[in-house]
């Protein structure tokens, strides 16, 4: 098998169906004598003859016959695996692999990805999607599984490029009856006595959301813990108790008093994640480069 190629087996499917030297010879625009010694080399690296004459033609032999069937197979495979891979890697109509956090899922991103696709050059772009949290990304990121993620930063992941793109603002919401909503804005200590109603702890936005309380020097009263975002800001909604989320649509569809935090922290940025010095296929490439623009020319309406 060390010795046997490619083009051998490509010469003996050619040769195969003809039967005929001369005619194969002309159908792969190689010498007759060429096709020969392909032939000949590859009969003694099979240790067995694979074709036998015939009158003034030749025919495969019952070993030859065999052979064909798992050469057959095996370039059909390859041709299709050559064809998928091109139109994976096309510009115009590859793949690309996307993850992002949960939070960014209801809008962020798919408009992002909607105006990548509506571009004619871009139409016939495919995208595999996934959310999930950070430390889940980053694995799939550098397994391969991802091409490019959008998160937070992590300074503990030194072979991941992070690029900023945009800065996402972080709120205080409640019930227009709290005693908090005669503000528009509020300093996260002035929180402290009031009960919350959290992400869980294993959220990458409860992260953000607890360096607000570190910093402010108090850890909350928690009456509530959960993964989603809508139900907590309905519970914020009936005055169960205040709490910390993006600014986003999503608290349209709640009737809440939304406070802007006067703090650095509340405004984290969300960046564009890549695995250092890999390649990326020119669709990804595109993709890459259209966020770039597309965070840098667009202001981001998320209210």
Known sequence: MAE?????????RVLAGYEHFTKAAEQLSITQPSLSHAISELEKELGTYLFEKHGRNIRLTKYGRFFLQYVERSLDE???GEKKLHDI???????VDVAFMYH?????????IQAFSQKVEYKNVRFTLSQGLTKNIFQDLKTGKVDIAFTFMDDDEPEIEFIPLFKQEIVVVMSHNHPLA??????IKDTASYPFILFNQSSDMRRIIDKLFESAGFIPQISCEMDE??????LAAINFGITIMP????????NLKVLSINHPLASPAICMACVKNRYLCPATEAFQQFSL???NNLVLQLH
């Open 229 to 234: 975002a809508d139900v907590i800001a309905g």
């Open 78 to 80: 390859l041709e299709k």
């Open 247 to 254: 600014r986003s649509l999503l608290l349209n569809n709640h």
């Open 104 to 112: 960014l899922g209801p809008h962020s991103i798919p408009n992002m």
């Open 293 to 295: 623009d597309y965070s």
């Open 89 to 95: 890697t096309c510009p115009s109509r590859g793949v």
């Open 182 to 187: 005669h503000s528009d804005s509020i300093d």
């Open 4 to 12: 046997m190629n490619l083009k051998q087996l490509q010469y003996f």
